[in-house]
């Protein structure tokens, strides 16, 4: 199987606060709009989010739960200050992970977590874990 784009949708009654959310504070580019379905690109990648009403016409009442998008950056302080100074909530503070990301958490307007984080070294335990799978 050959993937050539990703797309994660989130089920929601707030589906213009979340296309204004990501939009606004992370560059996606609108892609598709109805109004059961909104469709956003991510900027210079072949990854989208989408966001669907719970419920249409037909069809069983949905709003998932657990979901965490993740967003990989080059400059996480940068992001972290930035979106800080904009007062967007601020779920979990910068911090530096044990398993080699450091990375910050706020809540989209559906409820979503959006971890946004930057790949950096992981401690000598975690990197033997890594390493254990590479065998």
């Given at each position: 199987m050959e993937i050539k784009r990703f797309d994660t949708t989130i089920s929601t009654d707030k589906m213009v606060e979340c296309k204004e959310f990501y939009m606004k504070y992370f560059g996606f580019q609108l892609v598709y709009e109805s109004d059961w379905?909104?469709?956003?690109?991510?900027?210079?990648?072949?990854?989208?989010?989408?966001?669907?009403?719970?419920?249409?016409?037909?069809?069983?009442?949905?709003?998932?739960?657990?979901?965490?998008?993740?967003?990989?950056?080059?400059?996480?302080?940068?992001?972290?200050?930035?979106?800080?100074a904009a007062e967007v909530e601020i779920y979990q503070d910068l911090q530096d992970k044990p398993w080699g990301e450091r990375s910050f958490v706020i809540n989209d307007p559906s409820g979503v977590h959006v971890y946004v984080y930057k790949s950096?070294?992981?401690?000598?335990?975690?990197?033997?874990v890594y390493e254990s799978f590479k065998k």
């Open positions: 379905y909104i469709e956003l690109l991510a900027p210079g990648m072949s990854a989208g989010i989408s966001f669907s009403k719970p419920q249409r016409d037909v069809g069983d009442f949905f709003h998932g739960s657990g979901i965490i998008v993740s967003l990989e950056v080059a400059d996480v302080d940068g992001e972290y200050r930035r979106l800080k950096i070294p992981p401690t000598l335990e975690y990197q033997a």
